[in-house]
């Protein structure tokens, strides 16, 4: 009896490490089933300089390509993408980071969309992000990554809604005037706030009844817990990973990530290799396919499948995935999941469905609140 239960425990064991067989086109039927939404891209920071979207270019720099073009959005299967309206810390400290705002939203709407309307679309909500799918276009989705973007201004926040923002990083590297950054948390010369300010807690109000998404990748912990704990509609982090795996400020504790599935925010896996493997001090950075896969199934353990999403952070990071390069690649990551045993539902959550749900939530607060005035 001992026997046969240590023999059933071993194929049990053998099976689960054996790769699921996955035909070539069963990674077409279920990439090309799903509604892929990529919650964080970079490529602005070049489009506004004038480099093409339509065509592939190089980083000014001259080191490698670019992540992110047309023609790889559509061998890729991208079907909305949040278009990061980037906006780094030296326009904080010129005073200029409203200005730097409205030219950022302004390349999306004119170099992007404009440009190209063949081949993107406009996208505010939920339900205009399914109709540019249905219409066979790319949703154009814009977030601001830098809550000094609106420089301690709520009529600046309500402006850039009305632009079109649909989410605000509360910080990028740097501590604002109302919100901490994992950045220089550690910085003694930095003056924090232990979180959120009652100031910051009134914007995060104020992007409940708006319908903006408010997203804490780039803060401090507490200054996720606390807006966790203000904010009436889910939140999510646009771009980041597991901390467990890779122990880098940047990224969630479990308690954190599962914290935020229980009030029905997504965090949306980052690809930088940097926050999917911790390099040895001198060495190159360097991950894989498989560390996105794990960082994916680490999070779907702690929070549940409704919870985990994509936010590439392409043309924002240096260095991305072996099998992930660029946003041509993403069929690869199909066919790693449905490899690693997820069903192809599971996998239309993961790749857009989670984050439509959380943009249906934030909607409905949004409704709600103005329904109670």
């Known amino acids: ?27 077409r039927d279920v990439h090309r089933s799903a509604l892929l939404i990529d919650a964080h891209n970079d490529v602005t920071t070049y489009t506004v ?45 010129d005073k200029t980071a409203a200005h730097r705002t409205l030219d950022m939203i302004d390349t999306v709407r004119t170099d992007i969309i404009a440009k190209y309307p063949d081949t993107f679309t406009f996208a505010t909500s939920a339900g205009e992000v399914e109709a540019a799918h249905k219409s066979g276009k790319i949703a154009a989705l814009m977030g601001i990554e830098g809550g000094h973007a609106i420089e301690d201004s709520v009529r600046l926040l309500r402006d850039f809604y009305a632009l079109g923002i649909r989410y605000m990083t509360l ?7 109302w919100a901490d950054s994992s950045g220089d948390i550690t910085d003694p010369k930095v003056k924090h706030h232990n979180g959120l300010t009652e100031q910051g807690k009134g914007f995060i109000r104020e992007m409940n009844r708006l319908g903006m998404i408010v997203d804490i990748s780039h803060t401090a912990d507490k200054t996720f817990w606390d807006a966790l704990e203000t904010s009436k509609a889910p939140i999510f982090a646009s771009h980041s990973s597991c901390k467990a795996l890779a122990d880098v400020p940047r990224n969630m504790t479990d308690d954190m990530i599962t914290a935020l599935g229980k009030k029905g925010g997504v965090i949306q896996i980052n690809f930088n290799c940097g926050f999917l493997k911790v390099t040895p001090t001198g060495g190159k950075p360097s991950a894989t396919l498989a560390d996105v896969v794990a960082h994916i199934d680490h999070a779907v353990q702690l929070a549940g499948i409704d919870s985990v999403g994509i936010g590439s952070d392409y043309d924002g990071v240096m260095c991305t ?34 984050t439509l749900r959380l943009m249906r939530a934030v909607e409905k607060v949004r409704d709600e609140m103005k329904a109670a005035h």
């Open 49 to 93: 300089d004038g480099q093409d979207i339509a065509k592939p270019g190089m980083i000014p720099e001259g080191t490698r390509s670019t992540h992110t073009d047309i023609p790889r959005l559509r061998a890729g299967g991208v079907g909305g993408v949040f278009f990061a309206i980037y906006v780094a810390a030296n326009y904080a400290k």
């Open 321 to 354: 995935p072996a099998g992930l390069e660029d946003v041509s690649k993403f069929p690869n990551l199909t066919r790693a999941l449905l490899e690693k045993g997820y069903s192809a539902e599971a996998v239309r959550k993961i790749y857009g469905g989670n």
């Open 171 to 177: 910080t990028h590297t740097n501590t604002n005037g």
């Open 1 to 27: 009896m001992r026997l046969t239960a240590l023999l059933l425990a071993f194929t049990l064991v053998a099976s689960a490490q054996q790769k699921r067989v996955v035909t070539d086109q069963m990674v």
